[in-house]
């Protein structure tokens, strides 16, 4: 059992900043990789970034790249990401999710998520 919290959520204006905070408790926090994703009111829920159990590996969706850093501290047993350049489009409810191994795979593997936390940006 993983239980994740998300923090960090606001409102900001268009080009400013946040950074998004997850921290997870139960299983070694280094034994998995872990993502964000988001989901806007109507829309699908879509990836964002993923980094893998060490921090040493990133990935990032097209649309963020350049604007966001995903990043980890074992020690902390917690997750950012930082979001620079924010856009109106960037407006959604965030969530942090762990994928069951050490490097992230695929979306349907995605086992515990956080509750979300509410980004908007407004222009």
């Known amino acids: 059992q993983v239980q994740l919290v998300e923090s960090g959520g606001g409102l900001v204006q268009a080009g400013g900043s946040l950074r998004l905070s997850c921290a997870a408790s139960?299983?070694?926090?280094?034994?998995?990789?872990m993502g964000w994703f988001r989901q806007a009111p109507g829309k699908e829920r879509e990836f964002v970034a993923a980094i893998n159990w060490s921090g040493g590996s990133t990935y990032y969706a097209d649309f963020v790249k350049g604007r966001f850093t995903i990043s980890r501290d074992n020690a902390k047993n917690t997750m950012y990401l930082q979001m620079n350049s924010l856009k109106p489009e960037d407006t959604a409810v965030y969530y942090c999710?762990?994928?069951?191994?050490?490097?992230?795979?695929?979306?349907?593997?995605?086992?515990?998520w956080g509750q979300g936390t509410q980004v908007t940006v407004s222009s």
């Open positions: 999710t762990t994928y069951p191994g050490i490097r992230p795979s695929r979306e349907s593997q995605l086992d515990y």
């Open positions: 139960g299983r070694t926090f280094s034994s998995y990789a």
